[in-house]
């Protein structure tokens, strides 16, 4: 009580607000002051906690001005990718919460339904917003209900196609305020003083009360009033047209307001007004600063779009992006063949450097990933060798394109698929747990799931070698040493021709093992936690750590030489769903050959829907994927 009462007399304002309700309340001089402490908070938090902070400093006004003018939850609030959020979460009574933010059992870092009546719609992937603001907006009016939804969405979700699609179904009889943040790329089309000066006069408050009350005026005007306010509705339009050129949202039938100063809370919220009493379908364009009231943020915003927590230190070395990009840019100098693509994610996948040694052969096609799969099956059938870098969560998207364009066609694309595995502090949007399961099921494809540097170049290499389309999937993270110095170091290569395959047993033969690990990827260190643990028990206990894993025949049959003949345990472990995954489809290869007749099986994979984390425990014991159940399973 004592802290709670300390952290009160730190943000006076902000402590007032436990709902929107309160929020309207506030007079309008203090809305200033409860911003600053907001963004104070914000930092505070986020700097301890980690996750997404320039962002969320940016929209501190326009939060604020959203749930004065709106009532959520009757109104909709809708949260383009959602990382933007965390001020709507104080407003709407999550404040105290704070603490917990993307920690197990604790606030997600994204709208979560299922956390609070205020989300009404749960996101994590971008571009969705328009989509299902557009449905709740067509649920209302089916119902008869005159409940606004408001979309809001950065200029960076703007890039994805579904936006555009959305916009083309828009109608505009529908209570739908559509808000564009634009904070990095220029969207809007200024030319000149005259029209900036214009675009500040249509967000003024004169402008709206005289354009109402002449409105008003001329349409009372017998058998012409209609009319002159149509005429005059077109000559202004003419007359936008020719200082902005074709507005592309009026095209569309919509209502547009702005380009207004996001950060000023009044302007903005009398553009929000505006477009709530027009009762139509209206697009708000506002212009913020990202990481705005703190130095550091403001100066690199894309260093402080997402950070980590302040206990985290970060191990020695590039991580597996990093080294993935190093590794391509000197690949690229010597094949000038080779093409990296990025669906607005360059920093994210290591790929900066190869931006800046070829920039000609690096695009960055925006948040868009079935464009830049199908992008890069052009460039393939045309001689070119793209690497396409992208986190597991997001290829998702591009499914069918991997199908079709690629895989169909056996186009040599490379996916170099970041994020592999579990990630929990952004929850389970952004689980990279289903590519293996949903990539095994394509003819032709290769998939590599190195665990060290060394691996990643040797698969990269092969890749781009191979003339079938090839995935190569990594965790977000580093080389672990002491994997490689504990396991690699009395670990037998197994295969013919593959060099990426590796057998441990801890000083014994395969033939002297009671039970036998075969996995993949990082959680081999779960695995060597319960070998240790089973020897001291008593029982001696092998892994097999598979550094490619389809095409799964062929690894059956080079793995085949180092099974135990005798009857033993095997376990398939991964850091993936299991339907379809690699011991489902592994064990289904290996189950032709004899010497599984006298073999128990157990899968233990990802199984508990999609790995929502309710508790604030490692993420592998929550899902029961950690070495105490590892070695439960071997013994049961």
């Known amino acids: 009580m004592e802290e709670q009462h300390t952290v009160s007399e730190k943000y006076p304002h902000l402590y007032k607000i436990n709902s929107p309700e309160d929020l309207k309340a506030l007079p309008k001089e203090e809305l200033g002051v409860l911003a600053g402490e907001i963004r104070e908070f914000l930092v505070e938090h986020v700097l301890e906690n980690g996750g997404h902070l320039a962002s969320n400093l940016g929209v501190v006004e326009l939060s604020i001005a959203i749930h004065r003018?709106?009532?959520?939850p009757r109104d909709h609030i809708v949260f383009d990718v959602g990382h933007q959020a965390y001020v709507h979460k104080m407003i709407t009574g999550r404040r105290d919460r704070f603490?917990?933010?993307r920690r197990g059992g604790g606030l997600s870092g994204f709208p979560k339904r299922s956390e609070s009546e205020h989300d009404c719609f749960g996101t994590g992937h971008s571009s969705t917003s328009l989509s299902a603001a557009l449905g709740f907006a067509e649920a209302d009016r089916i119902n008869g209900s005159d409940a606004y939804t408001v979309c809001v969405l950065g200029d960076g979700a703007y890039t994805g196609g579904m936006i555009h699609e959305a916009l083309n179904n828009c109608r505009k009889k529908l209570r739908l305020i559509i808000i564009i943040n634009e904070n990095e790329m220029s969207i809007s089309k200024n030319i000149g003083r005259f029209a900036k000066n214009l675009s500040h006069l249509r967000s003024s408050k004169g402008y709206f009360r005289t354009k109402n009350a002449t409105t008003s005026i001329l349409s009372h005007i017998p058998f012409i009033g209609k009319g002159l306010v149509n005429l005059i509705r077109r000559m202004k339009m003419a007359i936008k047209a020719a200082l902005y050129g074709s507005n592309y949202f009026e095209n569309l039938g919509l209502y547009y307001l702005g380009p207004v100063d996001g950060n000023d809370e009044e302007a903005v919220e009398r553009l929000l007004r505006e477009a709530k009493e027009s009762r139509q379908s209206c697009v708000i364009l506002v212009k913020t600063l990202k990481g705005k009231g703190y130095a550091p943020a403001e100066a690199t915003p894309d260093r402080?779009?997402?950070?980590?927590?302040?206990?985290?230190?970060?191990?020695?070395?590039t991580s597996f992006s990093e080294e993935m990009g190093l590794l391509l840019t000197s690949m690229a100098v010597k094949n000038e063949k080779i093409c990296a693509i990025t669906a607005a994610m360059a920093s994210g996948t290591g790929l900066t450097r190869f931006r800046s040694y070829h920039p000609s052969r690096f695009f960055d096609v925006g948040i868009a990933e079935e464009h830049a799969v199908t992008f890069a099956a052009g460039l393939a059938a045309n001689g070119c060798l793209p690497v396409v870098a992208i986190y597991s969560t997001f290829l998702q998207r591009a499914y069918d394109n991997i199908i079709h364009d690629?895989?169909?066609q056996g186009l040599p694309v490379v996916f170099c698929i970041d994020r592999a595995g579990l990630n929990a502090s952004d929850g389970a949007t952004h689980h990279g747990i289903f590519d293996v399961a949903f990539l095994s099921e394509i003819p032709e494809i290769c998939i590599y799931t190195p665990l060290t540097r060394n691996a990643l170049k040797n698969a990269m290499e092969e890749a781009v070698r191979a003339s079938v389309p090839s995935a190569i999937r990594y965790p977000n993270g580093y080389e672990d040493p002491n994997v490689v110095s504990e396991f690699y170091g009395n670990a037998v290569?197994?295969?013919?021709?593959?060099?990426?395959?590796?057998?441990?047993?801890p000083s014994d033969s395969a033939e002297q093992l009671d039970s036998l690990i075969i996995t993949d990827g990082r959680i081999v260190k779960e695995a060597m936690k319960a070998c240790g643990l089973l020897r001291e028990?008593?029982?001696r206990c092998g892994i097999l750590l598979l550094e490619q894993i389809k095409p799964y025949e062929k690894i059956a049959e080079q793995i085949l030489p180092f099974l135990p003949q005798k009857a033993c345990k095997i376990v398939f472990l991964e850091e993936e769903?299991?339907?379809?995954?690699?011991?489902?489809?592994?064990?289904?290869?290996l189950n032709a050959y004899p010497v599984?007749?006298?073999?128990?099986?157990?899968?233990m994979a990802t199984d508990e829907g999609f790995a929502v984390q309710k508790k604030d425990v490692p993420i592998l014991s929550e899902v029961g994927l950690d070495a105490e159940n590892i070695v439960n399973t071997i013994l049961a």
Do not use: D, Q, W
């Not at 290569?493 to 047993?505: A, D, K, M, Y």
């Open 69 to 72: 003018v709106f009532s959520s």
């Open 99 to 101: 603490s917990s933010l």
């Open 304 to 317: 402080f779009h997402g950070v980590s927590p302040s206990s985290y230190t970060a191990p020695e070395g």
């Open 406 to 408: 690629v895989a169909l």
């Open 493 to 505: 290569p197994c295969g013919i021709g593959v060099r990426n395959n590796f057998l441990h047993t």
């Open 537 to 539: 028990r008593g029982h």
């Open 577 to 589: 769903i299991k339907a379809g995954g690699m011991g489902m489809m592994l064990s289904a290869a």
């Open 596 to 603: 599984m007749n006298n073999k128990t099986v157990a899968i």
